[in-house]
């Protein structure tokens, strides 16, 4: 079923970066969100934001936090270079929202990049300008104190990423979408954002969220303010629209942005029960846990977080919203929001920060916060491929960790295959273990794809065609469905009254499988009926999902180290390793440094 490869490469840096641009960066509005996040963590007051065509052609953040000297922008660049933490037992109470230094290079590596940057305008900034991950150069330049991220051309060098984004203003939503959970959990910090000469948002300097809501919601008359309490805060805000469309809903977990299916589902469940006219509202909902509840160490991007009692958050949720429904019935005005106290606190930047961190290292004359050997003396102007070898060496006699063997897969060493359902691998960060069956969905799921956009399907003929009762409702739908199913290789026809005829099948597919994906596209096409050019899409999305999800390995499902090493190198060259088309992940990582901390050794 896996194709065997016969021979195994280490990958080169350049494509490494990439890959792990996979986990941060998915579109314009993840590079907004990482770069917007480095300049609260530098302290900023004011952050601009200019996109154009949506963030495809240019993206650029500017601030006025604690700027980099000429070493650390260069250092910043690294992969795994940050200033954030230094030791593990600090991933127990990170009060910055970046701590894997891995945006940047990420970033860097699937663009046309420029830092410019200055720590201290009297000692001069430097401009460093990067291209698909390749350093072009870095040049002396005068700068005010702060930074400003030029990232242009977002994927160019890689083509199947760049083709997955979408028309330019759902990707500006999105951007815009992501600055609005971050202005509301810093009103403390000026925010601009405009796409070419458009001021999409102007938010002052505010005293608390829901005069911010106010600032970026211009047009929104009524806002209602709910609480709950009990294992943790919750403060909301709720903003009634026009009756019509999805609410929107923006999530802060102890001040940051979080999606969460946990928490969109217990809040829809209560806008459900409460029936219609919820419809385009905006509900902004800032939850305060005890910071040992939360872990906030598990996705990549950081919008994911982790609840130690997902049980009792899900019912502190359920009850702040029903709190805020039961008040829209008696509809308050936003006037009188704004006698009310500040927001719960949601205001105060977090102490210990990055920008902390440097004031204290200023005013203490101090070491700089990141040593680093390859920059004891003076300062590089040109950077050149022949000296990168260099940094790298240096930053990796830094790492004190353990180092791991050579690598025989794209994501590490393979260790094997745990309860015949994980691979396990270990990288020079610590322990990667990945599904084996969702990795093996991934790789069918963009071969089926492909197949619709019409590469050649294999088909295998079936000895005896194989009868399938669906019943009449679903045999009428087949018709719709029959050329779709022929395409991803499943040749069928009517067979009398609710029966269906099976004649070919794809090769992947057990026989006994494809009796539940036909009957799941029927379903579907049944459903989807008289929304014809938008159910056209949906169904091949849909047709790939079941024949990929029907058609993986299993988990319990023994495999060779050859057909491991295969899997993996199939995934890696998927549109996306990291996540499934459904959003779930493939990847999980435990670090070195996780791994000590929790044993204690740190
Ligand atoms: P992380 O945020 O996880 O540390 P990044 O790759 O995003 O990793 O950034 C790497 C480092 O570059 C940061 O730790 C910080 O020292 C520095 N840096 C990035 N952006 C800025 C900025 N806007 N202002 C000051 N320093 C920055
Ligand atoms: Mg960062």
């Known amino acids: 079923m896996i194709s065997l490869v016969p021979c195994i490469q280490v990958l080169p840096d350049e494509l490494v970066n990439r890959i792990a641009a996979g986990e941060v960066v998915e579109r314009p509005a993840s590079v907004v969100k990482e770069l917007v996040e480095n300049s609260l963590d530098a302290g900023a007051t004011r952050i601009e934001v200019d996109l154009k065509n949506g963030g495809r052609s240019l993206i650029r953040v500017t601030d006025d936090g604690c700027g980099m000297d000429p070493d650390d922008a260069l250092l910043a660049l690294e992969r795994h270079a940050t200033s954030k933490i230094r030791s593990a037992d600090q991933l127990d109470h990170i009060a910055t929202l970046g701590f894997r230094g891995e945006a940047l290079p ?8 420029e830092l410019l940057t200055s720590a201290d305008p009297e000692v001069g900034g430097v401009r460093v300008t990067v291209d698909g991950g390749r350093i072009l150069g870095a040049d002396a330049a005068a700068r005010a104190r702060g930074t ?14 760049r083709k997955f984004l979408r028309a330019p203003e759902t990707e500006l939503r999105h951007a815009q979408e992501g600055l609005w959970g971050a202005a509301l959990a810093r009103p403390d910090v000026a925010f601009t954002l405009r796409h070419g000469t458009r001021v999409l ?3 002052p ?3 608390d969220p829901s005069r911010r809501l106010t600032d970026l919601w211009r047009n929104t008359d009524q806002v209602i303010r709910f609480h709950a309490g009990g294992g943790g805060e919750v ?3 709720l903003a009634l629209g026009s009756g019509r469309g999805r609410p929107m809903l923006i999530f802060l977990v102890n ?16 806008l459900r029960a409460a029936g219609s006219g919820f419809g385009g509202s905006r509900i902004v909902l800032d939850l305060r846990l005890p910071p040992d509840e939360v872990d906030v160490n598990v996705h990549p991007a950081k919008a994911e977080v982790r609840f130690a009692r997902s049980g009792s958050v899900f019912a502190l949720v359920e009850r702040a919203v029903r709190e805020g429904v039961a008040a829209s019935q008696g509809r308050v005005a936003v006037g009188k929001l704004e006698d009310g106290d500040a927001w719960g606190g949601v205001a105060a930047p977090q102490a210990g920060g990055y920008g902390e961190l440097i004031r204290q290292r200023h005013e203490a004359g101090g070491p700089p916060l990141f040593e680093h050997p390859a920059y004891g003396g003076g300062f590089e102007t040109v950077v050149d491929d022949a000296s990168r070898p260099t940094i790298s060496a240096a930053r990796d006699a830094l790492r004190s960790g353990a180092k791991s063997g050579p690598a025989d897969t794209p994501f590490g060493r393979l260790i094997g295959q745990y309860r015949d359902s994980f691979l396990l691998l270990e990288d020079d960060h610590g322990l990667v273990i990945v599904d084996q069956h969702v990795a093996h969905e991934r790789v069918l799921y963009d071969r089926i794809l492909r197949r619709l956009a019409g590469e050649e399907t294999p088909s295998q003929g079936l000895l005896t065609p194989r009868l399938i009762e669906v019943g009449e409702a679903r045999a009428a739908a087949f018709e719709s469905v029959a050329e779709l199913l022929r395409r991803v290789g499943i040749e069928a026809e009517i067979f009398g009254h609710g029966t269906i005829r099976l004649s070919s099948v794809p090769p992947e597919l ?7 994906v036909v009957e799941e596209i029927l379903d579907r096409a049944t459903a989807l009926d008289g929304v014809p050019k938008r159910a056209a899409d949906e169904l091949e999305e849909e047709v790939a999902a079941s024949l990929s999800c029907r058609a993986a390995i299993k988990i319990n499902h023994s495999l060779s180290g050859d057909e491991q090493r295969a899997l993996l190198s199939d995934l890696v060259a998927t549109d996306n390793p990291y996540r499934c088309p459904h959003g779930r992940p493939i990847i999980l990582r435990l670090s070195q440094e996780e791994m000590e901390r929790r044993l204690g050794r740190r």
Not at 106 to 113: G, H, P, Q, T
Not at 156 to 161: D, E, K, L, S, T
Not at 510 to 516: P, W
């Open 255 to 270: 001040g940051r942005v979080v999606r969460d299916r946990l928490l969109v589902g217990a809040v829809m469940r209560v």
């Open 201 to 203: 948002i102007d938010a």
């Open 510 to 516: 057990e026989e006994e499988e494809v009796d539940r």
């Open 235 to 237: 403060e909301g805000l």
């Open 106 to 113: 990420s970033i860097a590596a699937v663009s046309r990049f």
């Open 205 to 207: 300097l505010a005293s």
């Open 148 to 161: 400003t991220v030029e990232v242009r051309d977002l994927f160019f060098n890689v083509p199947a990423r």
